[in-house]
């Protein structure tokens, strides 16, 4: 893949979660070897059903998000990227920031099989 193809792939990521639309997310994942830590602390869920259930809650806790990202570095099937997002935690208003390193790995498909975050959280 090129890196326009895998930015575009990633715009397509943060616009999905921008517009709190778990089915856009879900079309970028692929559906075997899927390894996705939601946490760097747990086990990674590696079926396409449990990352659905991650981002079902999405439009249901929070709102007017924003996205920013820029690609870090490619290497092999893997792709670092640094993100920006602002959201609204709901049903609190909590407005949040969050300066994240993603890194996304896709299969022969284009598909994102791997996804891991670093991220810090605060209130804005």
Do not use: C
């Not at 709102?63 to 049903?91: C, F, G, Q, S, Y």
Request: aromatic share 12%; proline share 4%; no cysteine.
């Amino acid at each position: 893949m090129t890196r326009e193809e895998i930015n575009k792939i990633i715009a397509k990521w943060g616009q999905a979660w921008v517009d709190r639309n778990p089915d856009a997310v879900m079309a970028l994942i692929a559906r075997d070897n899927l390894q996705y830590f939601e946490t760097n602390f747990d086990p990674p869920t590696t079926d396409w059903g449990g990352v659905k259930k991650l981002w079902d809650i999405v439009p249901e806790n929070q709102t007017d998000v924003t996205w920013w990202h820029e690609i870090v570095l490619i290497e092999n099937n893997k792709t670092l990227a640094h993100a920006k997002v602002t959201r609204t935690m709901l049903p609190s208003n909590e407005k949040q920031n969050i300066d994240a390193a993603f890194l996304f790995g896709f299969d022969g498909n284009g598909q994102i099989n791997y996804f891991r975050q670093w991220r810090s959280v605060t209130s804005l």
